[in-house]
Structures are given as structure tokens and as C-alpha cells.
């Protein structure tokens, strides 16, 4: 942070989030680089670092000499307020520097109840929030992560976006950029070039047409861009770049730890789970790739625990060697090892007795459905038994706290299985006091977290509607009254948050202007509960003839043409299809281990997949 600038941080929440200066952070001579990023997370700094993409790109660009990638987040309302009193644009932690003044501005899109915070991020840095107005060669903005797979509700805003995985696309990117700063290029000429790189999308350079019903026409490329722009794949992940050291917070942060990268992609195919279809192909590490960076990373930063990092941990194929191998010299150092996303089919006893040797905190599980039509109807493919028999395991082995992620609103769901959450939860406080061998002097504690259902692109419930408001809060009321005991603790979300997102998720380039007009009204940070203002957003659907419930609500016919299908994830239409047939029918499909799908994903990857 610039000395000149420090006065502002008296009085405002936490200084440390903008102060820059922490141990391993990159300083640079901006004379001596080629090419300066800023690397934007459209939240809070707490959230923004606690993001492993961030720190993998930020140690990739940093890693070369002839760029300079610096960390940029969303200031708190009360650090906002005071910057634009005083006249202060946006800057980025290493340096001080006005964001305005780099080439590259990225945003990670990691959620869409984010998109405000990029529109006012832009106006705080000083740029013009349309991209069309921002006419220099730089900066260039750009957007990844997961959202990207419909970027189309933001692309007014941005000058490309990276679908896919950005390791090998960011270097080739920066590679280009600072080509075309060495020519005087205009900006066109550089969107040209760029729109030639697989896996990048420029979005001026196709046309979008609407059907008077106000369902998609076409797509319509024009320029260098291709008709559809395929996502980027890393083959290798044993050889692909992975940071050896990430910064280190001032303040504690949501995940304030090692993480190791265990694999990419899941093996499971949940009907409702994006991630799981859109970062297929499955691309495992060696678990001595995996120990070495683990241990690497507790070296270089002091951290006292190190996670390992995937959709579905217990799921990898090297598991029960991977663990010994971390406690050979974890708990030595005082390291703790986590093993988040665990599944209950495959939390095996030997996988438990090797977790006995590190500090025990809460396990947690995901039936997702209360019942096992409806989990078969997801694909979950977990039975109740054995949600029962891991929760025992674990009590025998000296946990007194479950976890159980749940969804409400889930296509075919009745209020039967809305009940049946409440019951498979007082099944397994049951099965904590009817265990002999449970901790003594403890109760139990079930901590039940349901979220909404919200479909999503590139799954097979791309097409179903999503419950509407009233509906999820007659659920939400049902589940409530159909528990029983203060054993069992509830919480779920907001409904209205949850058809924003919705809406956003699925939605086409319409509602760029419902997204300025929503930020004009003065929201931001709407994944916040404090700042959340659904009038104002209601207000910006009235004001652009837009109805939510058209985006949200709607079934969609297998013949519609979706926003997005002109980006290619791997993922056959004729396979979320024929999914989405059999959730209907609650037939359930293998996983990618026992039987190949055929879902397509493994095409961008030279037909290579770690599954089959």
C-alpha cells in the first residue's frame, strides 16, 4: 500500500487487508517487466485468499521474468466508502498501484452472487464497466473459473473470458498481450490473435439472436472466433506449474493452510453437480507429486495444516497410501492433515484409523437427498445403511460431530423427502448412543446444511425449473416442524439469494443490463447476508421488462437452444439428456470406475481419462 494512502485505514475493519507486505508476497521493479496482471477476486480479502486458482496463477505469472502479477480484492463497504471520499482508486496490494494501470485485469468468477462486486471494482479502479468503452489496447480484462461455462450475463463487461483450466492458457495469454504491446496494436488486433487460442472466448465477436418468445436463435460468430470455443484441459498434472510457496495472511483467512491438489474432476456424475462435469476429464497425481508438494508448502509458509484438495478426496485412487505417506512426517512437525470431501461409500476402516492419528474435527458427509428414490433420482448412489455405518465407524472412533450436507428443491422432490432429512439425521444421533464404544462424557451433535437447488449449465438438470420462493419455504418449514431434538442442528439458505443465482446461472446476455442496473441501485457483496438487497434487484428486473421467473422458473424443452452452447466443456448433449431421463425414472448410472458413460470430456484430453 502506497505510504500517501495509509491514513485511510484508521478507523475501517481489519487494515491488514490492505496493506500488502506478507511473507512470501512478490515485489518486482515494475521498469524491469514486460507485462503487469492483476489478479482480482470479487470478494473480501479473507475469502479471496483462502482461493487456491489465485495462488496457482499468481506464482505461474510471477514465475516469469518478464511479468509482474499482483493480488487485488474488493474492499469492504466501510474501506470503499472512505476511497471514494478521498478520491482513491482501486489498487493492488504488492505494489500500491491504481488497478487502472495494469495490462491484464482477471477476474475469478467463482460464484455469481459476485458479479456486482466486478462491475464496482471496475468503477473503483476508474474504468468504464462496459467493455465495448474501454477502447486502449490495455487493460485487457478477462474472466475464469467456473462460471465462466456461461459467462453470458456478464459478457458485456468483459474482453475475453478462459474457459477451462488456465495454467498453460495464462502464459500463452501474457505471451501475446506483450507482443501486441510491442507492435502498438490496437485493441481489435489483439482480440483477433487471442480469439485464435483454444480455450479463450471473445464474446464481440459473436452476434446473439432471440426467438419472439425470448428463448436463443443462434450464435452467430464472426471475426477469428471460432463457432464453438473449446475449454482448456491440462493433461499432465504431475508436470503442470503448482506453487511452492503461497502467501501468508496477516489475519486469519476461511482456509488459512496448505492445500495439495489431489486430482481434477470426479468419478461420480451427481446429476445437480456442475463441478463434476465441467472439470472432467479425471487427471489424478501421483501421491508422491502430491507428499512432496504437501511438505514443500508446510516448509515454505509455517502452516500447521495442510488439506488435501479435490471434489471427492476418498476418491482417489492412492488414497490409503497417500495418507501414511503425509504421516510419516506430518504429525512429527505438528502438522495436521484434512481430508475434506470425503464420501460415505468409501470411508474405509483402515482410512479412519490412519485419520485417529491427527486431530479429530468434524466429519463431513453429503447424502445430498433424504431418501433413496430421491438419491437415486441425483445419481448420489450412497444408501442410508451405509451413511449409517460411516457415522459408526466414526463414533467408534472418537468423533462426536457429523456434518450432512443436504439439498432441498431438488427435481422430483416431494415433501416426503423433504422429511426424510430430519429422519436419516435422528438415525444417526440413534446411532451415536446406541454405540457402545463411543466417547465417553460427549454428546453428539448432527449438523444438518441444506442448500438450495439451483440448476446449473453443463449438468442434466440444465433443463428442470427451479422451486420457486414460496415453494422452498413451505420445505424449509417442513423440515423444521419434522425435527425433533436439539441434538440436530439446521441451517439452510435464503430463497431469495437462491433464484438470483438461479436466474444468473442460466440466463443470456438480457441480463447484462439487469446486472448494471442492479449495481446502479447500489448492490454489491450480494452473497452477503448484510448487504443483500432483493427490492433493488427487483427493481432492476422491473426497470430492463425482465422476469426472473423466465430464467429461474422455466422448464426448458430438450429442443431449446441454451446460452452456452457455444462453449464446449466436452460434456455430449445427448448424454446430460439421457441423465436427465433417468432422474425422472430415479434410475441411477455407475460411476466413470465401473462403467464409462461416455460423457465426451475425455475428446480434450486426447481420449485420455484416469477413470477408464
Not at 493 to 501: A, R, Y
Request: aromatic share 10%; charged share 25%; with cysteine.
Amino acid at each position: 500500500m502506497r505510504k500517501e494512502w495509509e491514513y485511510l485505514l484508521d478507523g475501517v475493519q481489519k487494515p491488514a487487508r490492505y496493506t500488502g507486505g506478507e511473507l512470501n508476497s512478490v515485489i518486482k521493479d515494475k521498469s524491469d517487466v514486460g507485462l503487469r496482471y492483476a489478479f482480482c477476486f470479487p470478494d473480501n480479502y479473507e475469502i479471496g485468499m483462502s482461493h487456491l486458482g489465485m495462488k496457482i496463477l499468481y506464482g505461474l505469472v510471477n514465475a516469469r521474468p518478464d511479468a509482474w502479477c499482483e493480488r487485488v480484492f474488493a474492499p469492504w463497504p466501510d474501506m470503499e466508502a472512505r476511497m471514494r471520499a478521498n478520491g482513491v482508486p482501486l489498487f493492488a496490494l504488492e505494489s500500491g498501484d491504481p488497478v487502472a494501470e495494469f495490462d491484464l485485469i482477471g477476474f475469478t468468477l467463482q460464484y455469481e452472487l459476485s458479479y456486482t462486486n466486478v462491475l464496482n471494482m471496475l468503477d473503483l479502479a476508474g474504468l468504464p464497466v462496459r467493455a465495448a468503452e474501454r477502447t486502449g489496447l490495455t487493460p485487457i480484462v478477462v474472466g475464469g473459473g467456473p462460471c465462466v461455462c456461461n459467462p453470458e450475463p456478464v459478457a458485456d463487461f468483459f474482453d475475453l473470458f478462459l474457459p477451462g483450466e488456465g495454467e498453460e492458457v495464462t502464459d500463452e495469454l501474457v505471451d501475446l498481450l506483450i507482443a501486441h504491446k510491442q507492435k502498438g496494436s490496437t485493441k481489435l488486433e489483439f482480440l483477433r490473435d487471442a480469439a485464435k487460442i483454444e480455450g479463450v472466448y471473445v464474446p464481440a465477436f459473436y452476434d446473439v439472436s432471440y426467438n419472439p418468445d425470448g428463448t436463443l436463435f443462434a450464435v452467430t460468430p464472426k471475426e477469428t472466433a471460432p463457432a464453438k470455443v473449446k475449454k482448456r484441459v491440462i493433461a499432465d498434472l504431475d508436470s503442470v506449474y503448482y506453487p511452492d510457496n503461497f502467501v501468508v495472511p496477516f489475519i486469519d483467512v476461511v482456509h488459512d493452510r496448505a492445500v495439495a491438489e489431489v486430482f481434477r474432476g470426479c468419478i461420480r456424475g451427481c446429476r445437480f453437480c456442475q463441478a463434476g462435469f465441467i472439470y472432467r476429464p479425471i487427471r489424478e497425481k501421483r501421491s508422491d507429486t502430491i507428499d512432496r508438494q504437501a511438505r514443500t508448502l508446510c516448509e515454505s509458509t509455517g502452516y500447521d495444516e495442510v488439506s488435501l484438495c479435490s471434489l471427492s478426496t476418498s476418491d482417489y485412487s492412492e488414497i490409503e497410501s497417500l495418507v501414511p505417506k503425509l504421516l510419516s512426517w506430518a504429525p512429527q512437525e505438528n502438522i495436521n492433515v484434512a481430508l475434506p470431501s470425503l464420501r460415505v461409500d468409501n470411508f474405509s476402516e483402515t482410512l479412519m484409523e490412519e485419520l485417529k492419528k491427527v486431530r479429530k474435527s468434524g466429519l463431513t458427509f453429503a447424502p445430498e437427498a433424504g431418501t433413496q428414490r430421491l438419491r437415486d433420482a441425483i445419481n448420489k448412489n450412497v444408501t442410508e445403511e451405509e451413511v449409517l455405518k460411516t457415522c459408526r465407524q466414526a463414533f467408534a472412533g472418537g468423533w462426536s460431530a457429523v456434518k450432512l450436507y443436504f439439498m432441498m428443491g431438488l427435481p422430483t422432490e416431494t415433501l416426503e423427502d423433504v422429511a426424510g432429512i430430519a429422519e436419516l439425521a435422528q438415525k444417526v444421533v440413534n446411532a451415536f448412543y446406541e454405540n457402545p464404544d463411543k466417547p465417553k462424557g460427549k454428546g453428539v451433535t448432527v449438523s444438518v446444511s441444506v442448500a438450495s437447488f439451483v440448476p446449473k449449465p453443463f449438468t442434466p438438470f440444465q433443463w428442470e425449473p427451479q422451486d420457486t420462493m414460496a415453494q422452498l419455504e413451505e420445505k424449509q418449514k417442513h423440515l423444521l416442524e419434522s425435527v425433533h431434538t436439539k441434538k440436530i442442528k439446521v441451517s439452510y439458505h435464503q430463497p431469495h439469494t437462491s433464484l438470483l443465482e438461479g436466474v444468473l446461472a442460466r440466463g443470456d446476455r438480457k441480463l447484462c443490463a439487469v446486472l448494471e442496473e442492479a449495481w446502479r441501485r447500489g448492490c454489491k457483496f450480494d452473497s452477503w447476508d448484510e448487504f443483500f438487497r432483493f427490492d433493488a434487484w427487483t427493481a432492476a428486473f422491473d426497470a430492463c421488462g425482465i422476469d426472473p421467473a423466465f430464467y429461474a422458473n422455466r422448464r426448458r424443452d430438450f429442443s431449446e437452444l441454451l446460452p452456452w452452447e457455444h462453449l464446449d466443456y466436452g460434456i455430449r448433449r445427448a448424454f446430460l439428456e439421457s441423465e436427465n431421463q433417468k432422474a425422472h425414472q430415479s434410475l441411477p448410472s455407475p460411476n466413470c470406475r465401473e462403467k464409462c458413460a461416455a460423457c465426451g470430456a475425455a475428446r480434450l484430453n486426447g481420449g485420455h481419462c484416469d477413470a477408464i
